[in-house]
C-alpha cells in the first residue's frame, strides 16, 4: 500500500477542530470516502516538522490561511524542502496554499488577486490533461476559498484547468507535480462552516452566493481519481 506525507501548513479554527480535526484528516477522510487504501504519515510544518528522503511515496501539501508571500519562519524551509524533493523525482501535490507555494518555489509567481475572493462551487474549463491520466472530462468542479492565486506557471509547468476569474487553477509538471486552487477535500458541510466567518472580507452578497452554490455536485471524485493515478494507488483496492 501506497503511503502519502501529508504536509499539514496549518491548524483548522479551534471551533472547528472537534468535528473536523485537521487539514490533514481532512484529506484522510476524503481518500477513504472514495475508497481509496494509502498509508499516511502526518508533517507539522509549522513546528519544523519536514520528511526526510524516501519517507513516502507522494506528498501532499495542504491549503493554509498564510500567504506565499509572508514573511513567517517555516515558508523558506518549506520551499528549501520543495526543491530538494523535486530534484529528487518526489511526486507532490498541492491543494490551495500548497498549490501556490509550488508554483512560486518552482519558478512561477503568487500573489494576491485585485480580482478578490473565490468562494463556493466554481467551474474551471480543462485546458489539456497529462498523458498519464485518463480522462475526457471538459470542466473542473470544485468548492474553492481563496484570494490569492497563480498568476505565473513555472517554466515547466502545464495548464489543467483555467477561467478568467482564476486563470491557473490546476497545472502538473510531468508526472512529478499535480497542483489545484480548488478544495476536493472540503465537504458542504465544513465549507458551510467556515465561509461565514469570512463574511467581513468577502461581503454578505458574495458570502451568499458562495454558500448557496454548495447545493450543486463537484468533481472531488474525479479529483480522487486523479491523485490515486498520480500516486499509484487504485480506487476501491487495497495493495
Known amino acids: ?88 523525482q518526489e511526486k507532490i501535490i498541492g491543494i490551495c496554499f500548497g498549490h501556490q507555494l509550488l508554483a512560486h518555489t518552482l519558478g512561477g509567481f503568487a500573489a494576491r488577486s485585485p480580482k478578490g475572493w473565490g468562494i463556493g462551487v466554481r467551474s474551471e474549463t480543462i485546458q489539456q490533461l497529462p498523458a498519464w491520466l485518463d480522462d475526457t472530462a471538459a470542466q473542473l468542479t470544485l468548492i474553492y476559498s481563496h484570494r490569492d492565486q497563480v498568476e505565473r506557471l513555472p517554466p515547466a509547468a502545464v495548464r489543467i484547468a483555467g477561467s478568467e476569474f482564476c486563470e491557473n487553477a490546476a497545472f502538473v509538471i510531468g508526472e512529478q507535480v499535480l497542483a489545484l486552487q480548488g478544495h476536493p477535500e472540503f465537504t458542504p458541510a465544513y465549507t458551510r462552516r467556515l465561509l461565514p466567518r469570512r463574511e467581513t472580507c468577502v461581503g454578505s452578497e458574495l458570502l451568499q452566493q458562495g454558500l448557496n452554490s454548495l447545493e450543486q455536485p463537484t468533481d472531488a471524485g474525479r479529483v480522487c481519481n486523479w491523485m490515486a493515478t498520480f500516486i499509484g494507488a487504485r480506487l476501491g483496492a487495497s495493495e
Open 1 to 88: 500500500m501506497k503511503t502519502l506525507g501529508l504536509l499539514e501548513t496549518d491548524v483548522l479554527y479551534a471551533d472547528l477542530q472537534t468535528d473536523f480535526r485537521s487539514y490533514g484528516h481532512l484529506f484522510t477522510e476524503f481518500f477513504q470516502r472514495y475508497g481509496v487504501a494509502l498509508n499516511y504519515r502526518f508533517y507539522q510544518i509549522q513546528q519544523g516538522e519536514l520528511p526526510q528522503p524516501g519517507d513516502c511515496d507522494a506528498y501532499l501539501i495542504t491549503g493554509s490561511k498564510a500567504g506565499v508571500y509572508d514573511d513567517l519562519p517555516w515558508i523558506p524551509p518549506l520551499q528549501a524542502w520543495i526543491r530538494e524533493a523535486f530534484a529528487r
